[in-house]
């Protein structure tokens, strides 16, 4: 699984700016979910090169690291948890990290998405607006 959707690709400002566009709907309840990434472009050029220079480049696609594809394109999206970030405007919040799902089936997710070896807080959330 690959990090999808918009927030990966955002900085902070526009992310808060979606969410406050979602809230601000007429509809009586407002949804919004995603995932993103926590570290930001340096942070995960610093992971990409501790993989070259470990010889850990077998999460790869064929070009290189997942890594080093995702460095040029990305933004650090919220840069906080998803309840951090959307709890100040009264949404529900409901989060995990993508390394929590490994677990839940007994394999293990890329160390690039792992926190607990190092790697890159990948968030996934659903929330309502209350």
Same mark, same amino acid.
């Given at each position: 699984m690959a990090p999808g959707g918009l927030l990966v690709y955002l900085d902070r400002t526009t992310s808060d700016t979606i969410a406050a566009d979602i809230a601000a709907s007429p509809a009586p309840t407002a949804w919004l979910a995603g995932d993103y990434l926590t570290a930001t472009p340096e942070q995960r050029a610093q992971l990409a090169a501790h993989h070259r220079e470990n =010889? #850990? #480049?077998?999460q790869d696609s064929g070009e290189g690291s997942i +890594?080093? =594809?995702? +460095?040029p394109h990305t933004a650090p999206g919220p840069g906080v948890a998803p309840s951090r970030w959307l709890s100040s405007a009264q949404w529900d919040v409901s989060e995990s990290e993508f390394a929590e799902h490994g677990g839940l089936i007994d394999r293990h997710v890329?160390?690039?998405?792992d926190p607990a070896r190092g790697g890159d807080s990948m968030w996934m959330f659903h929330a309502r607006r209350i």
């Open positions: =010889g #850990e #480049e077998t +890594v080093d =594809g995702l +460095v890329p160390a690039h998405w």
